[in-house]
C-alpha cells in the first residue's frame, strides 16, 4: 500500500540533498528515507536534515534502502555519475545507464507502486531507461526535464522586461540539453504576446533579443558549473514544484520529460513539452502551437536523442 506522505531520494549528492532539504521545508511530506550508496553519506544527511524539524512541520528523515522506499508515494532518484572533463556524451550515458542498472531494478523488486521522477542526467534518455528497466507504467515515470529551463527563461525574460517572471508564460521544449529550445511562437506575458509586450516595454529588436536569451538559458548550468563546481538550489526547486504538483494533485501545467505517444509525430522516446500533472503522473501532453521552425527544432532535438540512445543497452 502506497504512504501518501512519504517520499524517498535515491542520491546523496549535491542536488539530492538539496533536494531532500526543499522537500523537508515544503510539507508535503510526514517522513522521508534517503538512500545512498555510500550509506554513510546518506545517514549524515538525514541527521543534518532533520535537525531543522523544529523550524518546519513533523517529519521522520531517516537513511534506509530500496525495501524503506517500496511504500513510498513518490521515489525521486538523483544518483548518477557528473561528465568529467574529456569524456563523450555517450560515455556520459553509458555510465549513468549502467548505475541506473542497479537501481531500477531494486526499485521494480520492491513492488513500488508511486510516481517516479527522475532527476539524474541526461534526464530524457534516463526518464526512458527508467520506463524499460521498471516496468512502470509509462505514465508514471516522469522526467524533470526542462522544468528548471523553462524557470531560468521566465527568470531572464522577467530581468529583460522588467516584470514578475511568474506572470511569463513561456517553455523550453525538446532534449533538456544542448539542443532545447524555447517555444517563443506560443510565448505571452499576463496574456499579452510576447512581442507586443515588448514593444510596450521599449524593446523591438525581437529576434536578436530572442537568440540572446535563448542562449543565455541553454547556457546557464555551464556558466554556474564554471564559477562554483555544480547546480543545485534551482533542480531542488524544480523536483519540489513537480512533487507539490503530484501531492496536490494540481493538474498543472508543467514541461516535463515523459514517454512519447505520437504527439507531434514523436513515438517511443522522451523528450520535454508542456504536459498535465497530477496524482497519477502524467495527464496528458499539451499539444501548443508550435510555428514550423519550433517543430523542425523539436525533431531536430529528439533525433539528436535518438541517436544517441541507439548506441545504448537498456536491458536492466
Known sequence: MINGRKVAVVGCGFVGSSSAFALMQSGLFSEMVLIDVDAKRAEGEALDIAHGIPFASPMKIYAGDYADAADAAIIVVTAGAAQKPGETRLDLVNKNVGIFKSIMPQIRDSGFAGILLIVSNPVDVLTYAAIRMTGLPEGRVIGSGTVLDT???????????????????????????????????????????????????????????????????????????????????????????????????????????????????????????????????????????????????????????KGIMDQVDFEA
Open 151 to 305: 524557470a531560468r527563461l521566465k527568470y531572464m525574460l522577467g530581468q529583460h522586461l522588467s516584470v514578475d517572471p511568474r506572470d511569463v508564460h513561456a517553455y523550453v521544449m525538446g532534449e533538456h540539453g544542448d539542443s532545447e529550445f524555447a517555444a517563443w511562437s506560443s510565448a505571452t506575458v499576463a496574456g499579452v504576446s510576447l512581442s507586443t509586450f515588448c514593444e510596450m516595454r521599449g524593446h523591438r529588436e525581437h529576434k536578436v533579443a530572442e537568440a540572446r536569451i535563448a542562449e543565455d538559458v541553454k547556457n546557464s548550468a555551464y556558466e554556474i558549473i564554471e564559477k562554483k563546481h555544480a547546480t543545485y538550489y534551482g533542480i531542488a526547486m524544480s523536483v519540489k514544484r513537480i512533487c507539490t504538483a503530484i501531492m496536490r494533485d494540481e493538474d498543472c501545467v508543467l514541461p516535463v520529460s515523459s514517454l512519447m505517444v505520437g504527439e507531434y509525430g514523436l513515438n517511443d522516446i522522451a523528450i520535454s513539452m508542456p504536459t498535465i500533472i497530477g496524482k497519477n503522473g502524467v495527464v496528458c501532453r499539451v499539444p501548443v502551437s508550435l510555428s514550423e521552425e519550433e517543430l523542425a527544432q523539436l525533431h531536430s532535438s529528439a533525433d539528436a536523442l
